[in-house]
């Protein structure tokens, strides 16, 4: 498997969720039809895998760090995520990540993603590259717990959490965008 990318992004309606399930490490254990017609991946290469397959080098690893402290924490999570394709394209979501509990214990995690605004991305894009700049020479801990404070910052300064940011920033994008 090629890591290459190219500049081909791959779209998907607004009628439509991208949706998969994992483990509690991340591994995939199941994805919707959806998913395997804009990442172009056929099930095969993604069930049993882990959930980074997909992961696009443009992703800040303070991103994932946000996604996972969250989940561990027991609470839900949204974010944008650019995702790659199998041809080395992309793909923008707006995820929204739960917890999948089974009598009252955590099995595995769920992932529904719609499309996301353009407008919503003109502000994440400068950020997640501010947030690259800051994880480049680090090492991957380091570098992901940096970014991942300049992101909390960054919210802070905003007298706003994480969450709210990021609701906010769909919430004002998503209508009245048609794509
Ligand atoms: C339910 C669920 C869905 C996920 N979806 C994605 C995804 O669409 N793209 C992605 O790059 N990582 C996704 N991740 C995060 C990956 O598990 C991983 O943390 C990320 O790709 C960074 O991988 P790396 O640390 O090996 O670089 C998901 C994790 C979970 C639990």
């Not at 696009?56 to 394709?85: C, I, Q, Y």
């Not at 801990?141 to 960054?154: D, I, K, R, V, W």
């Amino acid at each position: 498997m090629s890591s290459e990318v190219n500049q081909r992004e791959v779209t998907f309606s607004e009628n439509e969720f991208i949706v998969s399930k994992t483990d509690l490490r991340g591994t995939i254990t199941y994805v919707n039809r959806t998913f395997m017609k804009v990442s172009d991946f056929p099930s095969i290469e993604l069930i049993g895998k882990p959930h980074n397959v997909i992961r696009h080098p443009d992703m800040p690893r303070g991103a994932f760090r946000s996604l996972w402290e969250t989940l561990k924490s027991g609470n839900e999570w949204f974010g944008f995520v650019k995702n790659r394709t199998k041809d080395g394209g992309y793909y923008w979501v707006f995820a929204n990540v739960t917890i999948d509990y089974r009598e009252g214990k955590p099995i595995g995690y769920y992932s529904v993603r719609r499309p996301a605004p353009k407008g919503a991305l003109a502000i994440i894009e400068p950020i997640y590259a501010e947030m690259r700049a800051i994880e480049s020479g680090k090492s991957p801990a380091e570098g992901a717990q940096t970014s991942m404070a300049y992101l909390e910052s960054l919210v802070n300064e905003k007298k706003m959490s994480y969450r709210d940011f990021i609701l906010q920033t769909y919430v004002e994008h998503a209508s009245g965008e048609k794509e």
